[in-house]
Structure formats: structure tokens, C-alpha cells
């Protein structure tokens, strides 16, 4: 069975600071992997995914995470946070041999400092 | 371009009662899951189907929760009888590709049971 875990329910950074959401998930086939993102009060919103190829994943508003197959993790990084980033944040797997029954992972509610 | 549509967006209800959950997935996408996300148990896939097909009803708690989806526009979900815990918010998404298929999500509906 697949699964995820997220370290740290909450993230708390400044304006213009790094974010680093940390995510590893455990998957007995090769996965494809997502972070989607949830503003409040709204849906589920896709930021970046891996399937195949080239493991540094470039996504949506200036976000990016690297699939490191030897430490089963793909964080989730920006280089400088925006107030607009506040919002929690889900890392899912998925498994490439059957169908697209994503596990989510419990989310990282990301605050940002002025 | 409208995305999923979910209706209603916030229903309260008494123990007991029957609720219906509707789901509009976006024009020409051939796959459909139902969410529900809690604060205890997080994001849980409850059933996906493909081309109206039910492909996977593994999540759904329990006999009173019933899914269907008569044509490729609609989908409901039922709860029979109703009860609190099943306050939660339900999300229905949709997805164009099946395996790897990004899935877009609707802004849920927020249920409530006394």
C-alpha cells in the first residue's frame, strides 16, 4: 500500500524567505507524484507533478520539488515566499501501474510573515 | 472555461435525513472521484469511476454512502440516513486521463449534520 507523510502540519516562514515543505512517501512501484495546493474556503489546485523523466519538477507560481527516488522524498521548495503563498499544501502519490488513486498526505498549513 | 461545479456548496441536514451531493465534471474529462476531507482522517478518496463506470468504490465508508454516474455530466453522491459524523467537506474532481491524469477539483460542499 502506498503512503505519504508530510513533516510538519505547520510551516511558518517570512516574506522572501525559502520554503521548504518536506514530503516522503512509501511505494512498493515506481510512483508518480504531486503537491497540490488548497487556499481557504476552495478546492484543490495542482502546483506540479512527476511522472517520468527528469526528476527536478518545475510548477506554478514559482514553485519547484525534486523526486529522490534513494530517499523516497519529494520536497517541495520556493525560493522566496509571497503573502499570496499562504495557503496549506498537500503532497499525493499515485502508482504507475494501475489507475490514478491518489494518496494525499495529511497537508502543511504554510503561514507567511510580513 | 467553467470548472467542476459542485452543488450544493453548503448543506445542513438532521441526523437521519437523506443528503445528495452533486457533481458536474469539466466538459470532456472521462474520469470522476469523490473526496471527503476531514480534519481527523485528511483527504480520502471514497470512488472514482471511468467512462461512468464505478472502478473503485473501496473507500466508501459504509452501506449508508452510494455514488452514481448516469452520464458523463453528472454524478451524485447519497448519504441514507445521514449522520454527525459525516460533517465534512466533499470535493468531486475530474480527470481527462485516467493513469497520471492531473485531476481538477471543485470547490466542495461543506455538510453538516445535527
Known amino acids: 500500500a502506498q503512503s505519504v507523510t508530510q513533516l510538519g502540519s505547520h510551516v511558518s516562514v517570512s516574506e522572501g524567505a525559502l520554503v521548504l515543505l518536506r514530503c516522503n512517501y512509501s511505494?512498493?512501484?515506481?510512483?508518480?507524484l504531486f503537491w497540490y495546493v488548497q487556499y481557504p474556503n476552495q478546492g484543490l489546485q495542482l502546483l506540479l507533478k512527476y511522472t517520468t523523466g527528469a526528476t527536478l519538477v518545475k510548477g506554478i507560481n514559482g514553485f519547484e520539488a525534486e523526486f529522490k527516488k534513494s530517499e523516497t522524498s519529494f520536497h517541495l521548495t520556493k525560493p522566496s515566499a509571497h503573502m499570496s503563498d499562504a495557503a496549506e499544501y498537500f503532497c499525493?502519490?499515485?502508482?504507475?501501474?494501475?489507475?490514478?488513486?491518489?494518496?494525499f498526505g495529511q497537508g502543511t498549513r504554510l503561514t507567511i510573515n510580513p | 472555461d467553467a470548472g467542476v461545479i459542485q452543488s450544493p456548496r453548503h448543506e445542513v441536514t438532521e441526523m437521519g435525513q437523506e443528503v445528495t451531493l452533486r457533481c458536474k465534471p469539466i466538459s470532456g474529462h472521462n474520469s470522476l472521484f469523490w473526496y471527503r476531507q476531514t480534519m481527523m482522517r485528511g483527504l480520502e478518496l471514497l470512488i472514482y469511476f471511468n467512462n461512468n463506470v464505478p472502478i473503485d468504490d473501496s473507500g466508501m465508508p459504509e452501506d449508508r454512502f452510494s455514488a452514481k454516474m448516469p452520464n458523463a455530466s453528472f454524478s451524485t453522491l447519497k448519504i441514507q440516513p445521514s449522520e454527525p459524523r459525516d460533517s465534512a467537506v466533499y470535493f468531486c474532481?475530474?480527470?481527462?486521463?485516467?493513469?497520471?491524469?492531473?485531476?481538477?477539483f471543485g470547490p466542495g460542499t461543506r455538510l453538516l449534520v445535527l
Open positions: 499525493a502519490v499515485s502508482d504507475q501501474k494501475g489507475a490514478q488513486k491518489l494518496v
Open positions: 474532481a475530474s480527470s481527462l486521463e485516467l493513469v497520471s491524469g492531473t485531476q481538477y
Open positions: 511505494s512498493s512501484v515506481p510512483p508518480y
